[in-house]
T-cell receptor, first 110, second 116 residues
Framework: NAGVTQTPKFQVLKTGQSMTLQCAQDMNHNSMYWYRQDPGMGLRLIYYSASEGTTDKGEVPNGYNVSRLNKREFSLRLESAAPSQTSVYFC?????????FGQGTRLTVV | QKEVEQNSGPLSVPEGAIASLNCTYSDRGSQSFFWYRQYSGKSPELIMSIYSNGDKEDGRFTAQLNKASQYVSLLIRDSQPSDSATYLCAVNIWGKKGSTLGRLYFGRGTQLTVWP
C-alpha cells in the first residue's frame, strides 16, 4: 500500500521541452491535487480534481495542464518548460478534506 | 494577499519549551483546518486536523481554532530536537457560493528549530 506514487523523482529539462509528471494513488479517494513548492513560498496549488473526469484551477495554473485519467491517476503536463517552473512538485490525494502527499518530483529547467 | 497566512519565522525554542505557531485565513466559510510537518527534503506529513472551535489535543500537540477571528494555532509542548521542521498550516477554502468541494490551500510555513 504505497499511498501516492509520483514519477519521476528527479528530472532536468531544457527550456521549451515538454514532459508529463505522473501520479497514482491506491487509496480509492476522489480528490487529487498538484502543488509546487518553492523556497519561502510554501505549497501553491496548481490544479486539483474533485473526482474522476473533473479538474479545476488552483492558485498558479499558468503553463500547466492536467488530466484525471481515471480515479487512480492524475497527471501534470508542462507543454513548454520555462526556468520559472523549476520547483519541487507534489501530488496529493484525499477524501475531500485533508490531503496525503507523494514523495515529490524535483524538476530543474535549464 | 494569500488565502492562508502564517507568522513569519524562523522560530527557535529550547528543548522542553512550548512552541507556538499561528495561522490566519481569509475565507469565513472554511470548515476544515490542518497542520502539516515537513522535514527538509521530505514531503509534508499531516499531524493535526481541527474542524470545530476550541482546542484539540493529540499527545504533545494542541490545535486551537477560533472561527470568529479566522485564526488557527498549533502548540507543541515539551519541544524536542526531533520537532525541528517546517510547519505548514492548511485550510480548505470554499470560495464562491455553491461550491461543493473546497480547495486545500497552504501558508508559506514556519521553520521551527528546537535546540538542546
Amino acid at each position: 500500500n504505497a499511498g501516492v506514487t509520483q514519477t519521476p523523482k528527479f528530472q532536468v529539462l531544457k527550456t521549451g521541452q515538454s514532459m508529463t509528471l505522473q501520479c497514482a494513488q491506491d487509496m480509492n479517494h476522489n480528490s487529487m491535487y498538484w502543488y509546487r513548492q518553492d523556497p519561502g513560498m510554501g505549497l501553491r496549488l496548481i490544479y486539483y480534481s474533485a473526482s474522476e473526469g473533473t479538474t479545476d484551477k488552483g492558485e498558479v495554473p499558468n503553463g500547466y495542464n492536467v488530466s484525471r485519467l481515471n480515479k487512480r491517476e492524475f497527471s501534470l503536463r508542462l507543454e513548454s518548460a520555462a526556468p520559472s517552473q523549476t520547483s519541487v512538485y507534489f501530488c496529493a490525494e484525499g477524501a475531500g478534506r485533508e490531503a496525503f502527499f507523494g514523495q515529490g518530483t524535483r524538476l530543474t529547467v535549464v | 494577499q494569500k488565502e492562508v497566512e502564517q507568522n513569519s519565522g524562523p522560530l527557535s525554542v529550547p528543548e522542553g519549551a512550548i512552541a507556538s505557531l499561528n495561522c490566519t485565513y481569509s475565507d469565513r466559510g472554511s470548515q476544515s483546518f490542518f497542520w502539516y510537518r515537513q522535514y527538509s527534503g521530505k514531503s509534508p506529513e499531516l499531524i493535526m486536523s481541527i474542524y470545530s472551535n476550541g482546542d484539540k489535543e493529540d499527545g504533545r500537540f494542541t490545535a486551537q481554532l477560533n472561527k470568529a477571528s479566522q485564526y488557527v494555532s498549533l502548540l507543541i509542548r515539551d519541544s524536542q530536537p526531533s520537532d525541528s521542521a517546517t510547519y505548514l498550516c492548511a485550510v480548505n477554502i470554499w470560495g464562491k457560493k455553491g461550491s461543493t468541494l473546497g480547495r486545500l490551500y497552504f501558508g508559506r510555513g514556519t521553520q521551527l528549530t528546537v535546540w538542546p
